[in-house]
């Protein structure tokens, strides 16, 4: 049986909430999110995790997830995103401080994910045991295909933050269940009793409940990392001079929907999701897993 590989985006420092929120225990036993998702992947038939990290706290990250952590039930590996890892031709700009986005982050894993498909999540995003099954059952039936990827959808109303703005990629579908388009908006957040976002020149517009959203769990075969690497070479030609300008996976994926070179299956999953945006949140996600474990979706100790 194919065995995926899940891809956790980690390389953000988590400005907005003070730490480094990747590592943050959330759960009864220091348990971070990462743990939960890593638990659920393990369940769903993954066989490996590469984490995108920065050289800045690899150390910490090393010492924390180890192969070892794991009980020895899924390979671990490392890759990292720095501003610097630009195609040949290409300098970072002096005033570049922001990394350069989600799918750059997923083009560091190129020389390390060669053969398998790959999930790709949020190292922390809460996605569900549901929605792994879901993306994992997927891949495993495209394995030997090109050019047919997906992604798990979730309802806006069940992602946002009670503390701030949160940045959700909205999703167009067809009569088939394919993406027809997927727009990146930054500043989303209810206000009184409605979900608005905000755009660049402080326009306000609604959006509604069941609007359905990208949260970074997508599925690709390895064939995406080309398609990846061409096409952030133009990216760069037309925004390497915005120092906010980030290439992120809907930029990619929008290309090759509307190119016609690859079809997106939106994947509808019961999972609940939630994150950590804000420290404010993390009260509200400590309740959510002690519910869990009371459930018995999760063990009391995860690792034990």
Same mark, same amino acid.
Request: glycine share 4%.
């Given at each position: 049986m194919v065995k995926p590989t899940l891809l956790v985006l980690a390389a953000g420092m988590g400005s907005r909430y003070g730490s480094l929120k990747q590592m943050d225990g959330v759960g009864p036993g220091?348990?971070?999110?990462i743990d939960y998702s890593i638990y659920d992947a393990i369940r769903a038939g993954f066989g490996r995790v590469v984490f995108v990290i920065r050289h800045l706290f690899e150390k910490e990250f090393r010492e924390m997830f180890t192969p070892e952590r794991f009980g020895g039930k899924i390979e671990i590996d490392f890759v990292f995103q720095e501003l610097d890892k630009l195609p040949a031709g290409f300098t970072v700009p002096a005033d570049r401080v922001k990394p350069w986005g989600t799918n750059h982050a997923v083009m560091m894993a190129a020389d390390t994910i060669r053969e398998e498909p790959f999930a790709v999540i949020n190292a922390d995003d809460f996605y569900g045991a549901e929605a792994y099954k879901t993306i994992a059952d997927y891949l495993r039936s495209v394995a030997a295909q090109r050019n047919h990827y997906c992604m798990v959808g979730y309802e806006l109303k069940n992602t946002l933050s009670d503390y701030g703005s949160v940045s959700r990629g909205i999703c167009s579908v067809d009569s088939n269940g394919n993406l027809t388009?997927?727009? +990146? &908006?930054?500043?989303? +957040? &209810?206000?009184?009793?409605?979900?608005?976002y905000e755009d660049e020149k402080g326009n306000v517009f609604p959006l509604a409940g069941d609007t359905l959203v990208s949260m970074n769990m997508f599925g690709f075969t390895p064939d995406y990392f080309k398609y990846s690497e061409d096409f952030f070479s133009a990216y760069l030609k037309d925004n390497i001079g915005n120092p906010k300008s980030e290439f992120y996976i809907p930029t990619m994926v929008n290309k090759l929907v509307a190119d016609g070179k690859a079809q997106l299956r939106v994947l509808h999953s019961a999972a609940q999701w939630f994150g950590v945006t804000y420290k404010e949140d993390r009260p509200a996600v400590v309740e959510r897993i002690r519910k869990l474990i009371a459930a018995g979706v999760y063990p009391d100790k995860l690792w034990a």
């Open positions: 220091g348990e971070a999110i388009s997927m727009v +990146e &908006r930054t500043k989303i +957040e &209810r206000r009184e009793d409605k979900i608005v």
